[in-house]
């Protein structure tokens, strides 16, 4: 029996199960008083969920009910299901729970003050919103755009010298696992670069969903630039090749992005900091 045969009648049924689980938050949630409105974001709320998306739960509760659900937020996902195991931080006001379905469940709870018009509320799937909280929200937030400011163009071009020195250090120090992330890094510095320039939302940093695969708003080219790009072995030649190929592409990424906020472009600086690894 092959890898992926192994599983396929359990995730042949992941959909009936997430609609179960749909179902069952619900009818947990509407009919608590202290809850204003409950919505999804993610792919369901875009419409392009697949046999693997997960659920991401955004609940908004009174302001004097907020402490104590977000201390009791693993307690709450029992009531939906059987759950296998948790991602939690207990101080943070979101829970991961995995179910024995397969099935995660990304849960996020708010007060409805710290919910404002956004890039990311423009797509939103509404189970529960008597109030109009969450309807007006998205209303408000159609007419955004993502904006990458002069600030943001700083931050992403300093942690791409970062990464980039920093694979030296790492290759020479052998410590080629975190060489391999750093490496992994400059490519997803590369994505953000992508999606500004394509005028995209990003995902936030790290957050490899969606970037790769039939939902990816990349072109083959770009997918394909990702792929010779992985490391595959450590070796430290084939590495700084990689990395070669990477930095070619930054500087064209690097261009376009700062023509468009009107930053002025130092080569020699950039020169310099490559030059000193490579």
Known sequence: MGFF?????R?????VERQKLRESIYK???R???????FYGGSLAKGNEDLYSDLDLRIIVKEEAFEAY?????????NWGDVLYYEDFPWSPYSIAHFRSFIKVDTFYYRKSDLQPSVYL???????DPYGIVDQLRDESQ???????EQEFEIWRGKFFAYLHEVYRRVHRGEFNYAFQMVNSISYSIVIGWYVEMGEVPNSFGDWSKVEGPRSPLSEEQLSLLAEWDVGKRDTAAIFDVVRLQVKEFIRVHRVLAER???AIDEEWVNEIIEMVL
Do not use: C, Q
């Open 5 to 9: 045969n192994k599983h396929v009648e």
């Open 11 to 15: 995730d042949t049924h992941i959909p």
């Open 28 to 30: 947990d949630l509407v």
């Open 32 to 38: 608590d008083p202290n809850i204003l409105a409950f």
């Open 70 to 78: 977000r201390s009791h937020k693993k307690e709450r996902a029992k």
């Open 122 to 128: 423009k797509h939103v799937l509404i189970e529960h």
């Open 143 to 149: 007419s955004l755009t993502y904006l990458f400011t």
């Open 261 to 263: 906020i009107g930053v």
